[in-house]
Every structure is written in structure tokens, then in C-alpha cells.
């Protein structure tokens, strides 16, 4: 039997849905370039942007300049707001779980690779994020997952040794160092998978979770 304490979730594809395609097609425009080339500046330097080295503005730039684009500032903020609804569309059967955790007295918390104006406008959008006990945003600490200290920040905000920890995330290097700091982790690839992997874990003394959206 499982003794979870808290559950830790990712914010990009656990409590957020797939990303949205109209905003990537409106960055792509907004650079003047094809998908693919996009694709490759946009990921080159999002792990600096995650841990910080870069903040919005600097991350956008350096894409731009990837691409051989000068962008003028209005361009510049149209960039960064797209960027977030790209990832702002709620997965509502995570949050809606995630709420009735808080309501039977589970601590959550939040464990996410995230740059600073990605939590300023989730945290604007969202007023389901103020039930956390806990957020651990990557930027703020300069290190990122699967780096194993972010994983023990998040365990000694929540107040909870990590084997009492259920966390959940989209990528399975993620969810290896996870288990590599002592807690326990599940994967979330598809919605059905999850919750079949969450009745996987035998009797806990979590709420369920159901298996539609």
C-alpha cells in the first residue's frame, strides 16, 4: 500500500492540455518562418529560458536572432503572450482532481520547468493555481528537472518526505529522477493510461479519478 501524502503535479501536459496550434501558427507568423525551422530555435534555447539564464524577453530575442529576424518590441510582446496561451489551455479532468485532493485535505503542489512569463500569466489566468500548497517553478531556482535537487525543493515545500509523494509528468526522464529522489511517480502519456496506472499503485488513500474527460 501506498502512503501518499501529496500529490506533485507538472503544469505543461498534466494540468495544461496540448498545446494550442493556432498560437504556435501565430509565433511562426510573427517570425516569418516555416514550421520546422521554428520548431528548432523555439527548443534550442528553452531549457535556458526554463532555468532562468534567459527571461522572456532575452529567449525571444535569442529565437529571433536564430532565425536571422530583428523583431520590434510590439512584436517582441506579441511573441511572449502567444507563447503562453500555446500552453494555456487547462486539462480540466487533472484540475478538477487536483481540487478534490484539496477539498479531502491532500496536499498539492506544483513541479514545473517554466520560465517567468509563463508563471506570471498562469498565475494571472488561473485562480485554481492559488490551491497549492506549494509551487516550484524552475526559473526562480536556476536548476530544472530532471536535475534531483528541484525534486527535494518540492518535497521540503510541501512539507513531506518524497516517498509519501505521488508526482506526475509528461516526460519519462522526468519521472525516472523523480523515483531516483524517493518518490513515488507516474507518468501521464493519456488521460486512460494515467488512471490505469493510478490504480496500479494498489489501496491509497487518494480520492479517484475518472476515467473520462
Known amino acids: 500500500m501506498a502512503n501518499i501524502q501529496a500529490v506533485l503535479f507538472d503544469y505543461g501536459m ?21 514550421s520546422e ?28 536572432s536564430a532565425l536571422q529576424r530583428k523583431v520590434a518590441p510590439n512584436t517582441l510582446e506579441a511573441l511572449i503572450e502567444a507563447d503562453t496561451e500555446h500552453w494555456g489551455q487547462p486539462n480540466e479532468p487533472m484540475i478538477a482532481w ?42 526562480r531556482l536556476k536548476i530544472a528537472k530532471p536535475d534531483i535537487a528541484i525534486y527535494h525543493y518540492a518535497a521540503q515545500g510541501l512539507k513531506t ?5 505521488l508526482f506526475i509528468d509528461d516526460r519519462e526522464e522526468n519521472v525516472l529522477a523523480a523515483r531516483t529522489a524517493g518518490m513515488v511517480a507516474l ?11 493510478l490504480q496500479g499503485l494498489g489501496q491509497t488513500d487518494l480520492p479517484p479519478l475518472k476515467n473520462n474527460i
Open 187 to 197: 507518468r501521464y502519456d493519456n488521460h486512460e493510461a494515467f488512471v490505469a496506472g
Open 14 to 34: 498534466v494540468l495544461s492540455g496540448p498545446p494550442d496550434q493556432a498560437a504556435k501558427e501565430r509565433m511562426e507568423m510573427l517570425l516569418n518562418a516555416t
Open 98 to 139: 487536483a481540487l478534490v485532493l484539496q477539498q479531502t485535505g491532500v496536499k498539492t503542489g506544483i513541479l514545473s520547468n517554466i520560465g517567468d512569463a509563463m508563471e506570471e500569466s498562469i498565475l494571472s489566468r488561473f485562480s485554481w493555481m492559488n490551491g497549492f500548497s506549494h509551487r516550484t517553478f524552475s526559473h
Open 161 to 165: 518526505q518524497p516517498a509519501e509523494i
Open 37 to 64: 525551422r521554428f520548431h528548432d530555435a523555439y527548443w534550442r534555447f528553452r531549457d535556458a529560458y526554463d532555468r532562468g539564464v534567459l527571461n522572456a524577453a532575452e529567449y525571444w530575442l535569442a529565437v529571433a
